[in-house]
């Protein structure tokens, strides 16, 4: 079982949609939780993170995190275009390691 | 403006050859990273250095060599011992002991074997 599990897509939702994102992971001790966007052929850019379980709100991305199920998940709403994108999410437990999804692509349609 | 420039952004290695990927910052962070990213994996890391002149291997170490002799710059070199180099290589960043508060990425360099 790999450590973090990621639906990779592709996802195409039209306009306007509200986006569910989800991970799955297996080490218990994880605690620091990210979500990151990659446009294609560039580097990812930091979205959110998230400590321990709970709720983050940015704008129109939302980042849950739920320990008890290792269960994380990143809802965007009034999805645009622009958030075409490929969508990792990435955890770690210590502060020199951390570990990244496979990545979900998600296609915004106008 | 602060950041990651990595270059080249496109490098072509020949069979049997060494090459270099530049990474430098100037964001003034202490830590950095080199990833690995191939297509439906997740990155992988290489190598990352919490300080100068000290650094640690990552995961997929083999084939690949890295030097920290200044705080801006961390330089990867693929080795002719790396049998698959053909990816996309990521370099990051982050101030000491935060790697939990998210990484400053660069562009990346593509690496493809002809």
């Known amino acids: 079982q790999k450590e973090v599990e990621q639906d990779p897509g592709p996802l195409s939702v039209p306009e306007g949609a509200i986006v569910s994102l989800n991970c799955t992971y297996s080490n218990s001790a994880f605690q620091y939780f990210m979500w990151y966007r990659q446009y294609s052929r560039k580097g990812p850019e930091l979205l959110m993170y998230?400590?321990?379980?709970g709720n983050k709100e940015d704008g129109r991305f939302t980042a849950q995190v739920d320990k008890s199920s290792k269960y994380i998940s990143l809802f965007i709403r009034d999805s645009q275009p622009s958030d075409s994108a490929t969508y990792l999410c990435?955890?770690?437990?210590?502060?020199?390691?951390?570990?990244f999804g496979p990545g979900t692509s998600l296609s915004v349609i106008p | 403006d602060g950041g990651i420039t990595q270059s080249p952004k496109y490098l072509f290695r020949k069979e049997g050859q060494n090459v270099t990927l530049s990474c430098e910052q100037n964001l003034n962070h202490d830590a950095m990273y080199w990833y690995r990213q191939d297509p439906g994996q997740g990155l992988r890391l290489i190598y990352y250095s919490q300080i100068v002149n000290d650094f640690q291997k990552g995961d997929i170490a083999e084939g690949y060599s890295v030097s920290r002799e200044k705080k801006e710059s961390f330089p990867l070199t693929v080795t002719s011992a790396q049998k698959n180099p053909t990816a996309f290589y990521l370099c990051a960043s982050s101030p000491y002991l935060t790697a939990g508060y998210g990484y400053t990425f660069g562009s990346g360099t593509r690496l493809t074997v002809v």
């Open positions: 990435a955890m770690t437990a210590s502060y020199d390691k951390v570990i």
């Open positions: 998230t400590y321990s379980s």
